[in-house]
């Protein structure tokens, strides 16, 4: 089972670090962001090997990175933006990117970006 966590509220241009734990070590794993009424937005996936990919609206703000040990999964979100506010989920799948298909997923931390 996933579960994610370290959601909260943030200043806009402040910086916050999520965590997937329990999750898998032999899957690509993804985190995605979900707002009530609108449709799930990936917002990236790293690979078993370590490839990471991500959605151009985070491209050079956040980072994903996993350690293999643990199977826990991060998500490095800096210079954060009112837009970011979102509910974050991560899953476990298979691929990369666009060709990311998740098959388990975990509950939710909510991310609010406010001054």
């Known amino acids: 089972q996933l579960q994610a966590s370290g959601g909260g509220l943030v200043q806009p241009g402040g910086s916050l670090g999520l965590s997937c734990t329990a999750s898998t070590s032999v899957f690509s794993v993804g985190w995605h962001r979900q707002d009530p009424g609108k449709q799930r937005e990936l917002v990236a996936t790293?690979?078993?090997?370590?490839?990471?990919s991500y959605a151009d609206s985070v491209k050079g703000r956040f980072t994903i990175s996993r350690d293999g040990v643990k199977g826990t999964v991060y998500l490095q979100m800096n210079n954060l933006e009112p837009e970011d506010t979102s509910r974050y989920f991560c899953?476990?799948?298979?691929?990369?990117?666009?060709?990311?298909?998740?098959?388990?997923w975990g509950q939710g931390t909510q991310v609010t970006v406010s001054s």
């Open positions: 899953s476990a799948g298979a691929g990369s990117g666009s060709h990311y298909y998740p098959h388990t």
């Open positions: 790293i690979t078993s090997g370590g490839v990471a």
